[in-house]
């Protein structure tokens, strides 16, 4: 889904409404920095846009008892929510990928999706061993939402673009559609 360079794509305007996907990444990277991790250490930070124009913040929250943790993209879906907001266009979730380009790059071989872009550094990492220009990254190269992230950004905004932002400025951009096909819906649910 990703196209043109990352200054293209940090300047591509979200709807009609005046917000960047620059801005949400941003958004997103500044969130980061307050999120509650004593346990793992993992900061995630995310932005939603809605369709009126407002973007919202999250940062995960840990907690002790564990499965009571908030991920980064639901707190921000939430606070949209509880402020009267009901359709997300897009979503920009933040976090330090370094993690998943250490291995030799056997999962980059099958991985499927949009190109990405990579930091304003020297491009994208090359594969451990390898000669040539370095691979370009992919889904795979990057932190993405949980499953139930997926699902709740789903339920909101099933056609919202979902950037994908790394500590070093690359970019991946893709969708909820694509990160959760099928999901689940209750649309014309009649109760």
């Known amino acids: 889904m990703a196209d043109g360079n990352r200054s293209d794509l940090d300047r591509r305007e979200v709807g009609n409404t005046g917000v960047t996907l620059g801005r ?8 980061r920095e307050f999120a509650f991790v004593p346990h793992s250490g993992f900061k995630v930070g995310a ?12 940062c995960n929250v840990e907690s002790a008892a564990y499965p009571l943790t ?13 402020e009267g ?5 897009a979503v920009a979730v933040a976090a330090d990928a370094s993690y998943l380009r250490k ?4 999962a980059r071989a099958g991985s499927a999706g949009a190109p990405a872009l990579p930091g304003p550094a020297d491009g994208a990492p090359a594969l451990p061993g390898s000669a040539g220009p370095p691979a370009p990254l992919t889904l795979d190269d990057f932190v993405t939402p949980c499953g139930a992230c997926r ?8 056609e919202a673009l979902v950037l994908l932002v790394d500590l070093e400025g690359g970019r991946f951009l893709t969708s909820a ?3 959760l096909p099928g999901g689940f819906r209750l649309e014309g649910f009649v109760r």
């Open 85 to 89: 907001e009901r359709t997300i266009l």
């Open 177 to 179: 559609r694509e990160l």
């Open 70 to 82: 908030n991920c980064a993209e639901r707190v921000a879906v939430q606070k949209a929510v509880s």
């Open 24 to 31: 949400l990444a941003a958004e997103a990277l500044a969130a």
């Open 151 to 158: 699902q709740v950004i789903y339920e909101f905004g099933p």
């Open 47 to 58: 932005a939603v846009l809605t369709a009126g124009g407002k973007v919202f913040r999250g």
């Open 103 to 106: 291995t030799e790059g056997a």
